[in-house]
């Protein structure tokens, strides 16, 4: 069957389209149906049912002849490692540390949240939570203490699993004392925590609050898998919403495990057995359900990559490791591939390996840009695919579903919605627009197994975010258009949210950081266009009245607010100081104006602005910092 097919198949009948894929999960009580209404718009999938994720990632597969085959390769150019894990290994390795977790009163439905860098440890960590039920958080290691607080106090760990350090190019960082700051920062305190020691930094335990992984682990009694209801929380993943405080994005076991891998074949073309790489980061919705969950459970190799597309040691990185390890699909996102392009543009490096295993290359967590999809798929000779998708999605909203059929790639398009998602673009009193006309993006409800059920600790703010605008459908927060062949374009966020090197990040939360400073009266953050990474925040600073201090003084000291309060992944380092900022006469911000000035894009003047003067002050201001040209 083609996609066209397959896709009319599941919209005729979703409830057995999805029974059929859950066929492929082993199940402690089978599901009796998929769907269960909840009432105002809520959904859950295979609620009835019991099941556990470890089980199906790991166990199964050692039961199931796989016990030999490399379960997790963990390659690290940073620190010169390689290390081969088993299924086998993997199940010894993932039971003890759950144990450990238990003997120390972790239990089903009990939060922990796990701050790692790329180490195998990480997804072990994961693992373990699930095979007795916990609720694992997963914090970005590039995160400062103040947003690991914030998750803290959101999600109310009893444990926080921790390494001692993350490794960034030329920079040891230490997780350490940015646990033990946010602990403080936080109202809640865990009752423990498990420290990996790592050679490059051996942390200070606190008696009492911190244990090491490996006396505890090695003290410990392998725990078994616990069976969980189908709608029992596998974890909670905090992403960027339009404020400072994130929004706990809630994945459902069932769902997930049904979803995940029902994509591993039909989207990523791999078979059980076969080596799939996405170079991302568990911090990341990519990492949660392409380095850990979805390969594992579908009986894949999964890849831990611990390095950046360049630097480690050069921009060959990535095709040593896919022909190193025999890579088949590569996941990764376009920024790494513009950092690449950028130092190789003539594919030198490429032509040193034997990449001839490697089938087909996705990109998503950005808009992948025609240059770059051209380049990577003349230096490399496959298919390179777009897909988009969401945190609050798990998988993939559109994608080219390659294991079922290759369709035409139409560069600047991510293809065609998966089944599951009946896509539709709407104005703004939520009527479907023409083919070809920009709109919203909204997907019809209910939305498929492994997407978000609900906010955690937020389900009002759920229904605002998501619901609300559109009654029956959920409002992705992207603005776009469907073409006459069913193609879908992401062209933009209708919200406060910029994506920074496949970073997802809110301009709101960064303001708030900028208002805390003593001299700022008021601010502004936009997003602008960057060629390496996508978007880059700027920050507009109006001062106090009476505030003589030298600007370069006041914009160095926000630029280190933000690293301190959100972290160094905000990659927040431009700002300017202007008397005013533009606004409408209601006092509305014009921020979509000051975007279309800083990236040399057509602009119209906004009927509504207050005070067109201001503008030439603001474009003045941006050529000050190399924009607005
Ligand atoms: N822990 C601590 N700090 C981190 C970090 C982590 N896990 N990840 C990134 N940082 C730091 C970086 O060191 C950098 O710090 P600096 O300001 O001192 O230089 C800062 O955060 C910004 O990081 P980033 O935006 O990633 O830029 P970079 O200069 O390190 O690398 C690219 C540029 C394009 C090579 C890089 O962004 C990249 O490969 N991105 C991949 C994107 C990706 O995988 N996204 C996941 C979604 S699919
Ligand atoms: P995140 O939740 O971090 O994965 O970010 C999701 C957002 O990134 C989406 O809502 C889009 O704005 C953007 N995004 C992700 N993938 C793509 C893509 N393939 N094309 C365009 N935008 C994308």
């Not at 009948?13 to 492929?24: K, S, T, V």
């Not at 919203?440 to 605008?469: C, D, H, M």
């Not at 920074?500 to 960064?510: D, N, P, W």
């Not at 003593?518 to 390496?532: K, M, N, R, T």
Request: with cysteine; net charge negative; hydrophobic share 40%.
């Amino acid at each position: 069957m083609g996609y066209r097919e397959i896709y009319d198949a599941w919209k005729a009948d979703p409830e057995a389209f999805w029974m059929e894929a859950a066929e492929a999960i082993d199940w402690d009580r089978k599901p009796t149906k998929a769907l269960t209404e909840k009432g105002d718009n809520l959904y859950e999938w295979f609620a009835d049912a019991e099941c556990n994720t470890c089980w199906n990632a790991v166990d199964r597969h050692v039961e199931g002849g796989r016990a030999d085959q490399a379960a997790i390769i963990y390659d690290s150019p940073i620190t010169g490692r390689k290390e081969t894990i088993t299924y086998a290994e993997l199940k010894d390795r993932v039971a003890s540390l759950a144990g450990a977790l238990r003997a120390k009163g972790v239990d089903k439905g009990d939060r922990v949240i796990i701050y790692m860098p790329m180490v195998p440890q990480a997804l072990e960590a994961m693992l373990a939570c699930g095979r007795i039920g916990a609720i694992h958080s997963v914090v970005f290691g590039g995160f400062a203490a103040n947003e690991l607080a914030v998750r803290i106090d959101d999600a109310q760990p009893k444990a926080i699993i921790a390494a001692s350090c993350g490794l960034e190019p030329g920079r040891v960082v230490k997780y350490k004392p940015l646990l033990d700051g946010a602990i403080d920062i936080a109202k809640h305190k865990p009752e423990f925590t498990l420290i990996l020691q790592r050679e490059e930094e051996v942390a200070d335990l606190i008696p009492g609050r911190d244990f090491d992984w490996v006396e505890a682990v090695e003290a410990a009694e392998p725990a078994d898998c616990v069976p969980v209801e189908g709608n029992h929380p596998s974890y909670i993943l905090y992403t960027s919403g339009t404020t400072g405080q994130p929004k706990g994005v809630i994945r459902h076991t069932a769902g997930q495990l049904v979803a995940l891998n029902w994509t591993m074949k039909n989207i990523y073309n791999v078979d059980p057995g076969e080596v799939f790489w996405a170079a991302s980061d568990v911090g990341w919705v990519v990492g949660h359900s392409y380095i850990a969950y979805a390969p594992l459970i579908h009986g894949n190799t999964t890849i831990v990559f611990e390095g950046k597309p360049v630097g480690t040691p050069d921009a060959g990185t990535f095709w040593r490791v896919i022909s190193e390890h025999d890579v088949k699909s590569f996941f990764t996102a376009p920024t790494a591939f513009r950092a690449v392009k950028r130092e190789d543009p003539k594919g030198d490096f490429v032509k040193k390996y034997d990449l001839s295993g490697l089938r087909v290359v996705y990109l998503a967590g950005e808009r992948a840009d025609p240059d770059t999809i051209v380049w990577a798929q003349d230096q490399l000779g496959v298919p390179v695919i777009d897909h988009w998708w969401q945190t609050e999605t798990g998988w993939a909203i559109a994608a080219n579903p390659v294991g079922i059929e290759l369709l035409p790639v139409k560069l600047g398009s991510p293809s065609v919605p998966m089944p599951g998602y009946d896509v539709q673009v709407l104005d703004e009193g939520g009527n479907p627009m023409p083919a070809g006309e920009l709109g919203a993006i909204a997907v019809k409800l209910p939305l498929p197994p492994g997407t978000l059920p609900t906010l955690w600790n937020a389900p009002e703010r759920f229904q605002k975010s998501y619901l609300n605008t559109f009654p029956g459908y959920y409002e992705t927060g992207d603005a776009g258009m469907i073409d006459e062949d069913g193609y879908l374009y992401i062209m933009a966020r209708t919200d406060d949210v910029i994506n920074v090197a496949g970073h997802r990040l809110s301009t709101g939360g960064m303001e708030e950081v900028l208002a805390s400073h003593p001299d700022v009266a008021e601010c502004a953050v936009i997003g602008v266009s960057d060629q390496l990474k996508g978007q880059l925040p700027v920050g507009f600073l109006c001062l106090n009245a009476g505030c003589n201090r030298p600007h370069e003084e006041v914009v160095a000291e926000v630029v280190k607010l933000v690293r301190e309060k959100i972290g160094p992944v905000a990659a927040f380092k431009l700002a300017v100081v202007v008397d005013r900022l533009p606004k409408t006469r209601s006092g509305k911000i014009l921020r979509g104006t000051m975007v279309s000035i800083a990236d040399g894009s057509d602009w119209k003047m906004p009927a509504t602005i207050d005070d067109p003067a201001i503008l030439d002050e603001i474009t003045e201001a941006l050529q000050t910092i190399g924009y607005a040209k």
